[in-house]
């Protein structure tokens, strides 16, 4: 298993106070271009290299963040390079939309529309962007606030009581998810000003259909949308699409588990359903009905 690590670009002034910092803890110097050597009481292994691009240190070990982050407040840990995608089948100017929740019980409805350009993709495979679904939930929060503030985007949040208003109302989950999809497209091309930029969407139901939920109710239908199974599978913008849309289920569903101070199941299977039975004791009926989806059957188990 791979240990974690951080590394930081220093210069001979910081190098200088790491050292002094950590001088107790040294050790002797293997490498030719090894410029200290250290391992502190939690296994965090430091070691600062001085070639000719200059001073950096490296922290590894499984507290190799905390260690990092007492010299930058800003460090992230490395990636490792085979989380790259290798090949993307466009890497052109795209925009790309994805969903997340539309499997679970608990929780929203988001829908994520992001922008990637030629000159974002070389960062975001750096970064190991690739399908979410491929990448385990710890991975996705390593990942995506490193890409947050990088990259152009759109973020729509259903909330559970919401979806169940449009629900009461007539909607479906495929209508509603049509809606959210028009509308963080739309967000994201009036942000690049680029009326005919190429759009990808993970299809979840046939074109016409897409297009039927729409009309009549939006003037601004959004147009130019090659609709493709696993999208996110083959286009960078859908991928990023989909971790962020990840990303923001995950946090969310972590904000709703401290508020009850209960870790929220996601899916709508077995474990599911005999977690919310107890849960339904604690908190009430009239309660969870404003944080799951009422038109699951989980919800019929309840009742």
């Not at 000159?119 to 990942?143: H, P, Y």
């Not at 930029?197 to 979840?204: A, E, L, N, S």
């Not at 003037?219 to 949308?225: Q, S, T």
């Not at 009239?286 to 009422?294: Q, S, T």
């Amino acid at each position: 298993m791979q240990k974690t690590s951080v590394t930081l670009k220093i210069d001979e002034v910081v190098a200088n106070k790491i050292i002094e910092f950590y001088q107790d803890s040294q050790l002797e110097n293997n490498g030719e271009y090894v410029f200290f050597h250290a391992k502190t009481i939690d296994e965090v292994v430091v070691t600062i290299y001085n070639s000719s691009k200059g001073f950096k240190v490296l922290f590894t070990g499984d507290k190799a963040l905390d260690e990092a982050l007492i010299w930058d407040e800003n460090a992230s840990i490395n990636i490792p390079k085979e989380s790259v995608k290798s090949e993307w089948l466009n890497v052109s100017n795209q925009i790309g939309s994805d969903e997340v929740g539309t499997g679970d019980f608990f929780g929203p409805l988001i829908v994520v529309a992001a922008y990637t350009s030629k000159e974002t993709i070389t960062l975001l495979k750096e970064l190991g962007v690739d399908d979410s679904k491929k990448l385990t939930d710890q991975k996705i929060l390593e990942i995506v606030p490193q890409v947050l503030d990088k990259v152009i985007y759109s973020q729509l949040t259903c909330p559970p009581t919401k979806y169940n208003e449009l629900i009461d109302k007539g909607h479906n989950m495929n209508s509603i998810k049509a809606i959210l999809h028009n509308e963080a497209l739309h967000n994201v091309r009036g942000k690049i000003h680029n009326q005919n930029v190429i759009c990808y969407v993970d299809q979840f139901c046939d074109p016409s259909t897409y297009y039927r939920y729409l009309q009549g109710k939006y003037d601004a239908i959004f147009n130019n949308i090659v609709f493709e199974t696993k999208a996110e599978s083959h286009y960078p913008s859908v991928a990023l699409a989909s971790m962020i849309a990840r990303y923001s289920f995950i946090k969310y569903l972590e904000e709703l588990g401290n508020k009850y101070d209960v870790v929220i199941p996601k899916g709508a299977g077995k474990k599911v359903d005999e977690f919310t039975l107890s849960f339904k004791d604690k908190i009430g009926l009239e309660e969870l009905g404003k944080i799951i989806k009422k038109n699951f059957k989980n919800y019929q188990k309840l009742l």
